[in-house]
C-alpha cells in the first residue's frame, strides 16, 4: 500500500508558477513510479508527467518547457513545479503511484492515487 498526499494548489495569476508536492508513506518510495496527472470536470485523467525510480522522465507534450518533475527518496516527495501558467492549466491536480519500473501515460496503470489538489488560474 502506498498514501499519497498531495499540497501545494491555489490561485495563481497567469504567468505565475505554483510547486506541487506528494508526500508518499506505506512503502519503499524509491521503488515506485510517481506521475501527476490533472482532471477537468466531466474529463478523464490525463498524465502531465511521470518520473521512474531512476529518475527517468515522461512529459506530455503541453507540460514539456513549462513543467518539471523531480523526486527526494529520503523525503518521499514528488514534486511538479509548474511555470508560466495559463488559465487553461485549471484543473485538479492527482499525485498517483506505480509499483514498479517503468513510465506510463495511462492511469489504469497506477495502483495509488492521493485526494487531488485544485489549480486555478487566472488571466
Known amino acids: 500500500q502506498v498514501q499519497l498526499v498531495e499540497s501545494g494548489g491555489g490561485l495563481v495569476q497567469a504567468g505565475g508558477s505554483l510547486r506541487l508536492s506528494c508526500a508518499a508513506s506505506?512503502?519503499?518510495?524509491?521503488?515506485?513510479?510517481m506521475a501527476w496527472f490533472r482532471q477537468a470536470p466531466g474529463k478523464e485523467r490525463e498524465l502531465v508527467t511521470a518520473?521512474?525510480?531512476?529518475?527517468?522522465?515522461l512529459y506530455a507534450d503541453s507540460a514539456k518547457g513549462r513543467c518539471t518533475i523531480s523526486r527526494d527518496n529520503v523525503k518521499n516527495t514528488v514534486y511538479l513545479q509548474m511555470n508560466s501558467l495559463k488559465p487553461d492549466d485549471k484543473d485538479v491536480y492527482y499525485c498517483?503511484?506505480?509499483?514498479?519500473?517503468?513510465?506510463?501515460?495511462?492511469?489504469?496503470?497506477?495502483?495509488?492515487w492521493g485526494q487531488g489538489t485544485q489549480v486555478t488560474v487566472s488571466s
Open positions: 518520473i521512474s525510480w531512476s529518475d527517468s522522465t
Open positions: 498517483a503511484a506505480a509499483v514498479g519500473y517503468g513510465l506510463w501515460r495511462t492511469e489504469i496503470s497506477y495502483e495509488y
Open positions: 506505506g512503502r519503499t518510495f524509491s521503488t515506485v513510479t
